[in-house]
């Protein structure tokens, strides 16, 4: 029908080992044996690890990293046979001598580097992915664009949303600076440029003015840029940005302008398209966490019928009165953009995934092949590697709960995640960003024990700790004495050297903690109860909240 959007050509498809081999091309892969999984699906891409727990499933395609000798590609063929994976990338020349089978092996340029072929492979996946999720030609054309832009001015470049969340890029970005490839890769702007932007008052120039700007490079390697805001009336809906030598002329800039109505349309488009999608998906998502979908409504998540694991994630942030409460903090641009980039990385290596920005939090729902050695850890894994790979992310915290057999168990693992994730952004909490609700158990109960004393009005410490604490104050030598010898777990020698004193020094203030308060180092439960009582008062100190002293004392 005449005016109907044009399908973008690889709208229908799903790149497969034998379309990547033709798209990518000699120079850097070839078709080293065309077996029976060349022409399917890929979703994922996965690096093999040796004696590592196998988590690649039916469409993955696997980067044989340090596959060499015929004896090592014959352990990834047989990885890959038990996986159920059927395509392999290893460098050149392959190993002689190995039966391959039904397997698909393509063989990269024995010069690439490894995180080169993986970045070019995930590309490609992004790019179908991308177009085989929204055939409108909204996206297509952006690329359009921003290949017209670089070739009129000869200049790599990149169009951004108002978030600076990367939706679309031209040729040329190997004449680019490090700075605009890690911003491709990590599908946004990374965070410590980001700062530096808005501490230059880049974006406040950039909201002022209707024409470009040239912004001349300030750290060495780095190029000068000029970008101009595309906007729909007053409002900014995005950037254009083009890596440059030297300001553009007034008849080069006046041209530049004229590009900017034209990506306006296509982004007021693609957010309006993007939204009601994204929308709809959202709700869905969020139904299925709360445990109020169909099995048939959640099966339009595409999650598969494997298990699912959860995750959540937030930035690290201060505790507010309110025990469990959001700081100010928490901006929800923030989620919104750790949202949209979470969701870039998933379509590429993990598309059986579905998100939501929720209150405070960004839930992630992941889906896995059944057999799936470790879901848990594939997910949290999966969490690990978006963190490293996307450093406007470094301040978020994510807890992975999983994996749940069936829909029924998925509002537990809501729950779960939930409470784990508040233990990792407490101020106290100095583990790593990514954890399960396992590796969280311990900071979950303490939170939780906080709650109850604050829900029954009780004091936090009773018994010998609050007779110790009567003699020495809450923060007195005998008390700091305590808390690192049941820290060591009783070990003399330990809680010595963290208190740098001698054993004897130790255990002569043992002998006064004993005598002061009366404490029996010998009875476990008095052990145990003086224990958490310093652990909860440790955790509370750290954000803030004070003890509450009995009543006429």
Not at 378 to 396: G, V, Y
Request: charged share 20%; glycine share 8%.
């Amino acid at each position: 029908m005449a005016g109907s959007p044009k399908e973008h050509p690889l709208a229908a498809q799903r790149l497969t080992a034998r379309q990547l081999v033709a798209d990518i091309g000699p120079a850097l892969l070839r078709m080293a044996h065309d077996g029976a999984h060349s022409d399917r699906p890929l979703s994922e891409v996965v690096l093999y690890a040796p004696g590592a727990p196998e988590v690649a499933g039916p469409e993955a395609i696997v980067l044989g990293v340090g596959v060499r000798t015929a004896a090592e590609l014959a352990a990834l063929s047989e990885s890959l046979h038990d996986s159920g994976a059927g395509v392999m990338v290893v460098k050149a020349p392959l190993a002689q001598g190995v039966h391959l089978g039904r397997l698909t092996v393509v063989e990269v340029n024995a010069e690439a580097a490894w995180m080169h072929v993986a970045s070019t492979i995930r590309e490609q996946l992004l790019d179908y992915a991308r177009a085989s999720v929204r055939s409108d030609g909204f996206n297509s054309e952006l690329f359009s664009i921003a290949n017209a832009i670089y070739a009129e001015f000869n200049a790599p470049v990149t169009i951004e949303d108002r978030f600076s969340a990367l939706v679309a890029w031209s040729a040329g970005q190997e004449r680019s600076d490090a700075e605009r490839i890690d911003t491709i890769l990590g599908r946004a702007v990374q965070q410590e440029t980001l700062v530096e932007q808005r501490q230059r008052g880049e974006f406040e120039l950039l909201h002022a003015s209707d024409v470009p700007l040239f912004m001349p490079a300030l750290i060495p390697d780095h190029l000068a840029r000029v970008a101009i805001a595309v906007r729909a009336g007053t409002e900014v809906l995005g950037y254009i940005w083009a890596a440059v030598s030297e300001p553009l002329s007034p008849e080069q800039s006046q041209r530049f302008s004229e590009f900017a109505p034209s990506v306006a349309l296509r982004l007021a488009n693609l957010r309006t398209e993007t939204s009601y999608a994204r929308k709809q998906r959202g709700e869905l998502t969020a139904a299925v966490l709360s445990g109020s979908a169909s099995q048939v409504e959640a099966s339009r998540l595409h999650l598969g019928t494997g298990p699912l694991c959860v995750m959540a994630a937030a930035p690290r942030v201060q505790f507010d009165d309110e025990a469990g409460g959001v700081s100010d903090a928490v901006l929800v641009s923030d989620l919104q953009r750790f949202s949209d980039t979470l969701e870039y990385f998933l379509t590429a290596v993990h598309p059986r995934s579905a998100a939501v920005v929720g209150t405070g939090a960004v839930y992630v729902l992941v889906g896995w092949a059944a057999g799936t050695d470790d879901p848990l850890a594939a997910t949290a894994q999966l969490a690990r590697d978006f963190l490293s790979r996307t450093p406007l992310t470094q301040h978020f915290m994510v807890s992975v709960s999983g994996p749940a057999a069936g829909l029924g168990e998925v509002k537990q693992l809501r729950a779960q995640a939930d409470a784990s994730l508040r233990a990792l952004r407490h101020p106290a909490d100095r583990g790593p960003a990514v954890r399960t609700v396992d590796e969280a158990a311990l900071s979950v109960m303490l939170l939780h024990l906080s709650d109850a004393i604050d829900a029954l009005g009780l004091p936090v410490s009773t018994g010998a700790l609050e007779s110790l604490q009567q003699h020495d104050g809450p923060n007195g030598l005998l008390t700091a004495t305590l808390a690192a010898y049941l820290d060591a777990a009783g070990a003399v020698d330990v809680a010595a050297r963290v208190l740098h004193v001698h054993p004897n020094t130790m255990r002569y203030r043992l002998r006064r903690i004993r005598e002061i308060s009366g404490l029996d180092f010998a009875h476990a439960d008095s052990l145990l109860l003086a224990h958490l009582q310093l652990r909860v008062s440790a955790l509370r100190a750290e954000a803030g909240i004070p003890g509450q002293p009995r009543e006429g004392r």
